[in-house]
């Protein structure tokens, strides 16, 4: 069975980006009659507001993006990260390190003079006849995974094809901090695997988590999901996408006079292709939709088609809809009694909701 999916976290609005993964990852799901996932990565405490974790959770209803089962907070779960970091520590894929803050900064100045990539010495790293320094008093340790010295970390991505890292790029990193925390990348592999996921489809900016995630898998005995890593949505320069260009709050695009079935269209085809086709109701979406067929490049943000999907959806929407829509701008339509002739009409003209809206008043 397919499992997937979306794990924001809540140090924001929910953007069209997160929103594009969201989507990806639930026609994979539906369309394979799996089970798709809403995780709230919170383990940023300062970071994290409940007012962007409502937003992100409010922009979800809109779009009438359904999730399975409850929503998990990682936040509620850390006893169960420490059991698994405990097993680590007794299985010997993990270590306690108690290298003190100015011995790692000092560490880090020499590596950095000597223009090499920081990377942990391995001081505490137990190995067959080594001698391990004497515990030092009144530090609290970190954890540490135990990770390859030697050889590759390769796995097929779904998207981007073979994926090979050197050893060398992953260091013995922090799996737990001395307050006995759990890192983002242990947190994320343990939800992942506790929550089944076969595929994970994410944001090409996590592409340098993974071989981390894939060394906690091994050190775990447990195999990895599929992962899929989707190119960023530029802006039409090529640059990162910014505020003015798009970025904004998904649910600024419902201010702006958007329907949702248009913006998830805009966003499907925003890294994903069907030939030429460019209007995809839900159900072509679920029928055709395949990770595998996410385009490879980085794709660019378009505002005109965006403008000219809704254009097409706010023509071929119901008028009860439309009567439905207009009163979140404060027009109530129900009364009038011309209001089917009036939206006849004005429904051809309208690139947005704000617009049909002009066009009546
Ligand atoms: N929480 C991460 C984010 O919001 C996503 C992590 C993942 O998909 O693995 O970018």
């Not at 108690?98 to 560490?107: A, H, I, R």
């Amino acid at each position: 069975m397919t499992v997937t999916r979306f794990a924001p976290s809540p140090t924001g609005y929910l953007h069209i980006g997160g929103l594009r993964t969201a989507l990806y990852s639930y026609l994979w799901a539906r369309k394979n009659g799996g089970v798709f996932r809403l995780r709230i990565e919170d383990t940023d405490l300062e970071r994290n507001s409940q007012e962007a974790l409502n937003a992100i959770i409010e922009a979800f209803n809109w779009v009438g993006l359904s999730y399975d089962g409850e929503v998990e907070y990682q936040s509620k779960r850390t006893e169960i990260y420490k059991k698994y970091i405990n097993q680590l520590l007794e299985s010997g894929n993990a270590y306690k390190c108690y290298m003190s803050k100015e011995e790692l900064d000092s560490l880090r100045a020499k590596q950095e003079a000597a223009k090499q990539t920081p990377r942990y010495d391995e001081t505490w790293r137990p190995e067959d006849g080594k001698v391990l320094p004497q515990i030092p008093e009144g530090i609290e340790p970190v954890i540490r995974i135990k990770a390859p010295k030697t050889g590759e970390i390769r796995f097929v991505d779904g998207v981007k094809g073979d994926m090979k890292f050197d050893a060398s790029f992953v260091d013995d990193f922090v799996i737990a901090r001395s307050n006995g925390m759990p890192t983002y990348n242990f947190v994320v592999t343990i939800d992942d695997m506790l929550m089944e996921m076969t595929d994970v489809i994410r944001g090409d900016d996590h592409l340098s988590n993974t071989p981390k995630q894939i060394v906690i898998y091994n050190a775990l005995g447990v195999k990895h999901p599929n992962f899929y890593h989707v190119p960023m949505i530029n802006n039409p320069e090529g640059k990162k996408l910014s505020k003015r260009d798009g970025a904004m709050d998904v649910m600024d695009y419902k201010r702006l006079g958007y329907l949702p079935e248009a913006l998830l269209n805009f966003l499907v085809r925003l890294g994903w292709s069907n030939k030429d086709q460019e209007i995809f109701s839900m159900k072509e979406m679920l029928e055709l939709f395949d990770p595998k067929n996410i385009n490879k490049s980085a794709s660019a943000y378009n505002a005109e088609k965006l403008l000219w999907l809704n254009s097409e959806y706010i023509k071929t929407v119901s008028n009860d809809r439309l009567i439905e829509e207009l009163k979140f701008f404060d027009l109530d339509l129900t009364n009038y009694s011309k209001k089917e002739e009036i939206l006849n009409l004005a429904k051809q003209r309208a690139n947005t909701l704000l617009e049909l809206k002009k066009s009546i008043l």
